[in-house]
T-cell receptor, first 121, second 110 residues
């Protein structure tokens, strides 16, 4: 039973198109993320949502818009795709540190999906 | 200077060798330190998790943290071909922000 699943796994599209990637987690986690892994394998955070609220928004072009309809889902929509957007996009989830001395999970322990490989031609 | 520096390799070792993987960092605010393993065409998975200076052992894997030198290491004993993967160090500051190293690609040759 897949913990973090994302679709599609592969996406090939033309420059200028709009595309979406969907992510779902069944771990009951509070926090979900989008990471981008470029051709050099560098994994960089894009967005983080906690209970549908945006908490991390790194320097990402406005063409990228995340949406979290509920805490189990985080989708990524990309407008006007560019060649430089070609990468593997990973969805991840984690349980948030309670901050009250009661640990509900280890800060930074991320559970990743298998990735969505986007190729822009 | 990047916050986290890691040699991308590739690193090739014979089966049974001891492997040493390292990262240095510059941000004193990092509190938690992890190693993730990523097989080809898969997502990273957590391998080791530490939050204090010193050593932590789990089977053939030992994670070492030296906060005074801002240096972390992962040692793999009796390396196996199944250990062939990319190993990413990762560090956390504050509110869930995880910063990854670029990853070291390891190949263990039978």
């Amino acid at each position: 039973d897949t913990a973090v699943s994302q679709t599609p796994k592969y996406l090939v599209t033309q420059m200028g198109n709009d595309k979406s990637i969907k992510c779902e987690q069944n771990l009951g986690h509070d926090t979900m993320y989008w990471y981008k892994q470029d051709s050099k394998k560098f994994l960089k955070i894009m967005f983080s949502y906690n209970n549908k609220e945006l908490i991390i928004n790194e320097t990402v072009p406005n063409r990228f818009s995340p949406k979290s309809p509920d805490k189990a889902h985080l989708n990524l929509h990309i407008n006007s795709l560019e060649l430089g957007d070609s990468a593997v996009y990973f969805c991840a989830s984690s349980q948030l540190w309670a901050g009250t001395g009661v640990a509900r999970g280890r800060t930074g322990e991320l559970f990743f999906g298998e990735g969505s490989r986007l190729t822009v031609l | 200077q990047k916050e986290v520096e890691q040699d991308p390799g590739p690193l090739s070792v014979p089966e049974g060798a001891i492997v040493s993987l390292n990262c240095t960092y510059s941000n004193s605010a990092f509190q938690y330190f992890m190693w993730y393993r990523q097989y080809s065409r898969k997502g990273p998975e957590l391998l080791m998790y530490t939050y204090s200076s010193g050593n932590k052992e789990d089977g053939r894997f030992t994670a070492q943290v030296d906060k005074s030198s801002k240096y972390i290491s992962l040692f793999i004993r009796d390396s196996q071909p199944s250990d062939s993967a990319t190993y990413l160090c990762a560090m956390v500051e504050g509110y869930q922000k995880v910063t990854f190293g670029i990853g070291t690609k390891l190949q263990v040759i039978p």
